[in-house]
């Protein structure tokens, strides 16, 4: 079958939805089936053309047997709004000129890119194939959650169109059973809605040899430095920690748009135990997360973040990492679940600095049964064969 993936991240870019894309396509390959990914030059979160690549107006490429088409878009940093969404727009407008010319049987597109369903909508009424829509993140609500904008004309309109995409796709794949429930609240048929939660790539993230670290106790945070991550509230916490304890250290591991504020913070604040490392390839991910003694998920405090699992649950579990995590709801669910470590309540300084010196304590890796079926449970493998069975069984 001919699978034509639409998808604004895509490797060398390391974000989630990347890798999760890469990694479901290239397991498809393997089972048989044409895959093109239409995406754009990697540029993301910085917003700055990669090394080795030109933002021309189309380009061919092959990886791991996927066909891989780049076409121009608008180059924008991870932030602010007006740009962003110039951003996303040229992708989408590209994404149909081209498309239009490639054969599909199905078509995927993928959010948190919200106006690549545009994309998704037009090819399907063209081409008369099914689309599949994957729901990686809740837009526009997402925008209010962060603060970038209030409720305004522009969100209500992108509600519309929201609700829209979600009915005239053939089907919805959602990563977290909260999806579900929303898009279920929004009369979207039950029928269409199927759940495939990210997952661990159990090839690449293995646990090696643990670092003997006998004084540093490590806090490491690896992925995009965002608007919705709360991460000035770590320096806050770090503020308070190195007063009580010099030996535990805070690693910032990544960019985004809040990197240059948040290492501006770090200096005025004087904190000798935050540390701030650039963005690494995929497989350098795991060395890194070896050198943690405890791995931190933090989002800000917000009912919409209720429904989200972040993908470092994943990679820090798979690594046997004990996880932090100021994330309530469905991720919090996850983590007591599999006894892969312990939750503080978003923005809560106390509980924060209480649970971070408990962890310290009780200092060491993920050693439970519970474990064990988390690794089952999320096998990235089983997980794009269950997604498979959804995009082609129509």
């Not at 962060?146 to 829209?164: A, D, H, P, Q, Y």
């Not at 989200?308 to 996880?323: D, H, N, Q, R, T």
Request: glycine letters at 6%; charged letters at 25%; one cysteine or more.
């Amino acid at each position: 079958m001919r699978i034509l993936f639409i998808s604004d991240n895509f490797p060398p870019e390391v974000n989630a939805p990347a890798s999760r894309t890469y990694e479901h396509c290239r397991e498809w390959v393997e089972k048989g089936h044409k895959v093109t990914v239409l995406t754009c030059t990697p540029n993301f979160p910085q917003g700055r053309v990669y090394p080795g690549f030109k933002n021309k107006l189309f380009q061919v490429d092959e990886i791991s047997g996927i066909k891989v088409i780049r076409v121009w878009s608008y180059v924008a940093e991870n932030k602010g709004f007006l740009k962003r969404a110039l951003d996303y727009l040229s992708f989408a407008f590209m994404a149909i000129i081209v498309g239009t010319f490639l054969k599909a049987d199905r078509i995927v597109t993928t959010s948190p890119q919200f106006f690549v369903n545009f994309t998704g909508l037009y090819l399907k009424l063209l081409k008369r194939c099914p689309w599949i829509m994957e729901v990686r993140d809740i837009w526009p609500e997402s925008i209010l959650a962060v603060g970038s904008m209030k409720r305004n004309f522009i969100i209500k309109t992108l509600e519309k169109f929201e609700v829209l995409f979600y009915r005239t796709c053939n089907r919805l794949v959602v990563v977290t059973d909260s999806f579900r429930d929303y898009l279920l609240k929004k009369n979207i048929d039950d029928s269409k809605i199927f759940v495939v939660k990210n997952g661990i790539n159990t090839g690449l993230f293995q646990p090696g040899q643990k670092i003997q670290n006998k004084k540093d106790f490590i806090v490491g945070y690896m992925g995009t430095l965002g608007l919705a991550h709360g991460l000035d509230f770590i320096l806050e916490c770090a503020k308070d920690v190195q007063l009580l304890d010099k030996d535990i250290k805070f690693y910032f591991v990544g960019d985004g748009a809040v990197r240059k504020k948040l290492r501006a913070r770090a200096k005025e604040l004087n904190l000798a135990n935050v540390h701030f490392f650039d963005s690494i390839p995929k497989k350098e991910v795991p060395s890194m997360i070896e050198t943690f003694d405890v791995g931190l998920v933090n989002l800000k405090k917000s009912e919409t973040f209720r429904s989200v699992i972040p993908s470092k649950i994943f990679e820090l579990g798979a690594m046997k990492k004990p996880i932090l995590i100021g994330v309530d709801g469905e991720a919090r669910k996850m983590v007591e679940d599999y006894e892969l470590g312990h939750f503080f309540e978003p923005e809560n300084k106390q509980k924060f600095i209480e649970k971070l010196f408990l962890m310290k304590n009780n200092r060491g890796s993920i050693e439970s049964k519970a474990y064990l079926q988390f690794l089952k449970a999320y096998d990235r493998k089983v997980l794009a064969d269950k997604m498979l069975r959804y995009v082609t069984n129509l």
